[in-house]
């Protein structure tokens, strides 16, 4: 089992950028894949963007593709999630989340087994 802790999370202007980090404890993110998602007030949560332990492919929501990147550490202890150009719509809590698997496109939360704690987001117009 693996402990997921975010951080990163804060207030930034409309037009800003953000990091968030995912830290993994207990052990290394090599067999799985990672995944962010966002829950805004009163919405369900949402699927943002993964990254596979094999091969480091990535895939995004359209709503953030060209603006959100999703990295990895070599040690595969960190996932993190680059955030440019912010909008308002993007406030929500972020929450990283492990698949057990080391390669899918899966995008459902139901398909992740391990979450974070969640930190949050602000944009402000």
């Known amino acids: 089992q693996v402990q997921l802790v975010e951080s990163g999370g804060a207030l930034v202007q409309a037009g800003g950028s953000l990091r968030l980090s995912c830290a993994a404890s207990?052990?290394?993110?090599?067999?799985?894949?990672m995944g962010w998602f966002r829950q805004a007030p009163g919405k369900e949560r949402e699927f943002v963007t993964a990254?596979?332990?094999?091969?480091?492919?990535?895939y995004y929501a359209a709503s953030v593709k060209g603006r959100f990147t999703v990295s990895m550490d070599s040690a595969k202890t960190t996932v993190y999630l680059q955030m440019n150009t912010l909008k308002p719509e993007d406030t929500a809590v972020y929450y990283c989340?492990?698949?057990?698997?080391?390669?899918?496109?899966?995008?459902?939360?139901?398909?992740?087994?391990?979450w974070g704690q969640g930190t949050q987001v602000t944009v402000s117009s």
């Open positions: 989340a492990a698949h057990l698997a080391a390669w899918t496109t899966a995008r459902q939360p139901h398909q992740f087994a391990y």
């Open positions: 207990g052990r290394t993110f090599s067999t799985y894949t």
């Open positions: 990254i596979t332990s094999t091969g480091g492919f990535t």
